[in-house]
C-alpha cells in the first residue's frame, strides 16, 4: 500500500464505514517492563486494485471497517503499549470516526517511505522498539506479532514474518507463455509486521535510501541490520484484489464460530504428546560435516547429522510430540521426505507449522521438555541458547521450555558415537476442549 494522490477508483462501489463500526481499543498500555513496543499502523495508501469508491482500508470487512480490524491485531496485543496511525490527510477525519477516542492520527507522506517516517516522528521516547504493519492486512494472527516481538526481546535488530515459497515459479516471456522456471529455493514471501529496535531503523532512515526499498527490512539491510525471518501465516495476507474482501470476510466468520462454539464449552481440554527422533552422524544435506544444528542452534562439530531438511534432531522430536497432541500425526505426513523443497531447510519451518496448527485449534504451550541423547557434543553450554531458540519460534515464555541432555552410558547407537536421538513431550492447554475440531488436509513439505 503506498501513499499516493486520490486516483480515478473502479465503479464497484463499498460501503463506507461509520462510527459504529469504531475499533473497541483494546490498548492498555502493553508491558511496563523493558523494552516497551510500539507500533505504526500504515494507512495512508488509495490502493486502486481493490476497486469500489473508499481506499481498501475503509471498506468494510464484516460488521467493521478493514482499518478497524487491523488496529485491533496491534492494539489488543498485551505487548504493544502504543499505535500511531498513519493516514492520508483526506481521510484523517474518517479515519478518526473508526478508531477510538485519543488514537494518534498522522498524516502521510507522499509514498510509504514519507509515511513511515512520519510515524517514526510520532512515537514516544519511552519505546525502544517498533513493528510497521500495513493496514491492508487486518486478519494478523497474535500468534505472528508473538513472535516478531519474542526475536526482538532476544535481541533482533530485526524481525519480519514470512512464508516459504512452495509453489512452482515461472518467468514470462512477452507472448505470455512460460519463458522458464525460477528456482524457489531460499524464497520467502513477505508479511507484515516488520519489527525494528527503534533508535537502529530511525539511523536507517536518516541514510541515502535504495531506489527500489519496497519495505522497512529493505531499508534496514541496506544500513547494514541484520533482519531474522520469523514464521508468518496464510491468514496474514494482502487485501489487493476485489476478491480478497470475501476471503477475509470467510475466515473472519470461521473464527467467530470457533469462538462461539469455544465460549459454549465449559471444561478445560489439555493434550500430551511425545515425540522421538534419531539422525545418524554423516555429512548433512548440504555436504557439511562440520557442524550439527540441534534446537535451532548451530554448534561447530567434527561431523554432521543426516537427514533430508538440517537434521535437527530436537527440533523435529518437538513437532512430533505437538503434531501427537493433536492427533496430526508426524512430520512426515504434513511435509512428506520426498519433496526436495526442503533439501537443508531450516526445521523452524516445521515447528511453527506446528505451533500455528495448535493454536489454529485454540490451543496455547503449556510447557515443553526436550531431551537429547549423546555423547557429544557437549549440550551443557548451549543448552540456555537453545531455549531461547525454540521460545523465539513458539511464541512461548523461555521459563516453559526446558531442553537438557544425558549419555547412554556409551551403550547403543549413541553410546558408540554413531548419531544422536532426542525425546520430547509438550503439554497443550485449552480454555475449552476442542472436541469439534476436525484433523487438518495434511500439507506438502519434507523433514
Given at each position: 500500500m503506498t501513499s499516493a494522490p486520490a486516483s480515478p477508483q473502479s465503479p464497484a462501489a463499498a460501503p463506507a464505514a461509520t462510527s459504529a463500526d469504531?475499533?473497541?481499543?483494546?490498548?492498555?498500555?502493553?508491558?511496563?517492563?523493558?523494552?516497551?513496543?510500539?507500533?505504526?499502523?500504515?494507512?495512508?495508501?488509495?490502493?486502486?486494485?481493490?476497486?469500489?469508491?473508499?481506499?481498501k482500508q475503509f471498506q468494510q470487512l464484516g460488521p467493521r471497517a478493514v482499518l478497524a480490524h487491523s488496529y485491533d491485531a496491534l492494539a489488543c496485543h498485551p505487548r504493544i503499549a502504543n499505535v500511531v496511525c498513519v493516514v492520508h490527510p483526506d481521510d484523517r477525519a474518517r479515519a478518526a470516526a473508526l478508531l477510538p477516542p485519543g488514537t494518534v492520527l498522522v498524516a502521510g507522506g507522499a509514498d510509504r517511505v514519507a509515511s513511515v517516517r512520519a510515524g517514526l516522528a510520532a512515537l514516544p521516547d519511552?519505546?525502544?522498539?517498533?513493528?510497521?504493519?500495513?493496514?491492508?492486512?487486518?486478519?494478523l494472527p497474535?500468534?505472528?506479532?508473538?513472535?516478531?516481538?519474542?526475536?526482538?526481546?532476544?535481541?533482533?535488530e530485526g524481525a519480519a514474518p514470512a512464508l516459504a515459497v512452495i509453489d512452482a515459479l515461472w518467468q514470462e516471456d512477452?507472448?505470455?507463455?512460460?519463458?522458464?522456471?525460477?528456482?524457489?529455493?531460499?524464497?520467502?514471501?513477505?508479511?507484515?509486521?516488520?519489527?525494528?529496535?527503534?533508535p537502529a531503523l530511525r539511523a536507517a532512515?536518516?541514510?541515502?535510501?535504495?531506489?527500489?526499498?519496497?519495505?522497512?527490512?529493505?531499508?534496514?539491510?541496506a544500513a547494514g541490520l541484520r533482519v531474522d525471518i520469523v514464521a508468518g501465516a496464510e491468514d496474514n495476507f494482502k487485501l489487493t484484489h476485489p476478491g480478497d474482501l470475501d476471503r477475509a470476510a470467510r475466515i473472519l466468520r470461521a473464527r467467530a464460530m470457533q469462538d462461539d462454539a469455544a465460549a459454549e464449552r465449559p471444561h478445560m481440554d489439555i493434550r500430551t504428546g511425545n515425540g522421538y527422533d534419531v539422525h545418524r552422524f554423516g555429512a548433512d544435506a548440504l555436504g557439511r560435516n562440520d557442524r550439527v544444528t540441534l534446537c535451532g542452534v548451530e554448534i561447530p562439530h567434527d561431523r554432521g547429522l543426516q537427514g533430508h531438511s538440517d537434521a535437527d534432531v530436537g527440533m523435529h522430536a518437538l513437532t512430533d510430540a505437538i503434531y501427537g497432541a493433536l492427533a496430526e500425526g508426524d512430520i512426515g505426513r504434513h511435509f512428506p521426505p520426498s519433496d526436495p523443497q526442503w533439501k537443508g531447510a531450516a526445521s523452524e519451518v516445521f515447528l511453527a507449522h506446528a505451533i500455528d496448527l495448535a493454536r489454529a485449534r485454540g490451543f496455547g504451550m503449556?510447557?515443553?521438555?526436550?531431551?537429547?541423547?549423546?555423547?557429544?557434543?557437549?549440550?551443557?553450554?548451549?543448552?540456555?541458547a537453545m531455549r531461547a531458540a525454540l521460545a523465539r519460534i513458539t511464541g512461548t515464555e523461555v521459563a516453559r521450555i526446558s531442553v537438557k541432555a544425558t549419555t547412554s552410558e556409551r551403550l547403543g547407537f549413541t553410546g558408540r558415537g554413531e548419531g544422536i536421538a532426542a525425546i520430547a513431550t509438550v503439554a497443550l492447554i485449552s480454555p475449552a476442549p476442542t472436541a469439534a475440531s476436525t484433523p487438518s488436509t495434511p500439507d506438502t513439505g519434507a523433514a
Open positions: 469504531a475499533a473497541p481499543g483494546c490498548l492498555a498500555g502493553g508491558d511496563s517492563s523493558a523494552p516497551v513496543f510500539a507500533a505504526i499502523l500504515v494507512a495512508a495508501g488509495k490502493g486502486t486494485r481493490m476497486g469500489g469508491t473508499l481506499p519511552a519505546a525502544t522498539h517498533v513493528l510497521i504493519h500495513d493496514a491492508a492486512r487486518p486478519l497474535r500468534a505472528v506479532t508473538d513472535r516478531v516481538i519474542a526475536a526482538l526481546a532476544a535481541g533482533a512477452t507472448g505470455g507463455t512460460v519463458a522458464r522456471a525460477v528456482p524457489r529455493d531460499g524464497l520467502w514471501r513477505a508479511q507484515t509486521p516488520q519489527g525494528f529496535a527503534l532512515h536518516a541514510r541515502p535510501l535504495p531506489a527500489d526499498a519496497a519495505d522497512d527490512v529493505a531499508i534496514a539491510r503449556a510447557n515443553c521438555d526436550v531431551t537429547l541423547i549423546c555423547e557429544y557434543p557437549k549440550i551443557g553450554p548451549h543448552a540456555e
